[in-house]
C-alpha cells in the first residue's frame, strides 16, 4: 500500500469514526460541569427559609441550559455504531 493510499484510509476511519459524528466538544456536558451544578445546588438555599431569589433563578436557568445541552448531544440520529437494542 502506498503513503497515499495508506493517509486516505486513515482519513476515511476518522471520517466515519462515531467522534466524527458528535457536535463540536464545546457543546458536550462534561463531569465536571454536572458536578459543579451539583455542588451550587446544594449550597443555594431556597427563596422561602432566606435565600435570594435572584440566586435561585440563576441556578434555575443554568440548570436548564445544562439539560437542554445534555438532550442536544444525545439527539443524534441513530447510526449502526449507536443503536439501541
Sequence with gaps: MTAELAGAAAADR?????AALL????????????????HDLARTRSPAPGGDPADRAALL?????????????HALPPTPERRTP
Design 14 to 18: 476518522a471520517a466515519s469514526a462515531p
Design 23 to 38: 457536535p463540536p466538544a464545546a457543546d458536550h456536558v462534561t463531569a465536571r460541569e454536572i458536578a459543579a451544578f451539583v
Design 61 to 73: 436557568a443554568r440548570k436548564a441550559e445544562l439539560l437542554q445541552r445534555i438532550a442536544d448531544q
